[in-house]
């Protein structure tokens, strides 16, 4: 299984970014997909995640900014990134759980400037 992801980038504060992550080389339902980022010096933590289903959970940070979907025929996640402040550079990791194992796609970098 591979996650590729996209969309990472430069933004000044206020700004926006969309992420989108592709999971490939399964044949099996996703039935969990999710955003992480980790920032320098800082532990990896969860930004989003949702079910199959459409069921979303976000972290408290990002709550009101920030939007998770995903299209399951594309086996594909979407992060759009709205009202971006410092706080959130990081780079972004995608993650996906499939028959009880983890993957992590390449991460993809977002720098936002104030």
């Known amino acids: 299984v591979q996650l590729q992801a996209f969309g990472g980038g430069l933004v000044q504060a206020g700004g926006s970014l969309r992420l989108s992550c592709a999971a490939s080389g399964t044949s099996f339902s996703i039935s969990l997909m999710g955003w992480y980022r980790q920032a320098p010096g800082k532990q990896r933590e969860l930004v989003a995640r949702?079910?199959?289903?459409?069921?979303?959970d976000y972290t408290d940070s990002v709550k009101g900014r920030f939007t998770i979907s995903r299209d399951n025929a594309k086996n594909t996640v979407y992060l759009q990134m709205n009202s971006l402040n410092s706080e959130d550079t990081a780079v972004y990791y995608c993650?996906?759980?499939?028959?009880?194992?983890?993957?992590w796609g390449q991460g993809t970098k977002v720098t936002v400037s104030s």
């Open positions: 949702i079910t199959n289903a459409g069921t979303t």
């Open positions: 993650n996906t759980i499939i028959r009880f194992k983890q993957y």
